[in-house]
Nanobody, 127 residues
Framework: QLQVVESGGGSVQPGGSLTLSCVASGSSFYYYALGWFRQAPGKEREGISCISSSGDVSNYADSVKGRFTISRDNAKNTVYLHMNSLKPEDTAVYYC????????????????????WGQGTQVTVSS
């Protein structure tokens, strides 16, 4: 069993930056693919970034590509989402997620593939 807890959310002006952290407990990240999803009011949860268990492959949604960076530190059981050039449309609750197994060089944005979810952290981008 894995538990994940997000932190680092807050309010920022457009163009600003935030780094989200997600710390896992109960197991090791080593064999888990990790992802960040977000959900804005009235919208479905969408995948924005993921990183394979190997750490060698990462994917980004088109909406955040070039602005967000995902990274993982297996020794700390932590995954990060570095967010730059934030836009108002980035406002959402951001969720950390993890799933065991899978190919070590693959990750996806398919919600059903992920087994463990954090409670979310709010990111608000406004003037």
């Amino acid at each position: 069993q894995l538990q994940v807890v997000e932190s680092g959310g807050g309010s920022v002006q457009p163009g600003g930056s935030l780094t989200l952290s997600c710390v896992a407990s109960g197991s090791s990240f080593y064999y888990y693919a990790l992802g960040w999803f977000r959900q804005a009011p009235g919208k479905e949860r969408e995948g924005i970034s993921c990183i394979s268990s190997s750490g060698d492959v990462s994917n980004y949604a088109d909406s955040v590509k070039g602005r967000f960076t995902i990274s993982r530190d297996n020794a700390k059981n932590t995954v990060y989402l570095h967010m730059n050039s934030l836009k108002p449309e980035d406002t959402a609750v951001y969720y950390c997620t993890a799933t065991p197994g899978g190919l070590p060089y693959y990750c996806s944005f398919y919600v059903a593939h992920y087994h463990y979810w954090g409670q979310g952290t709010q990111v608000t981008v406004s003037s």
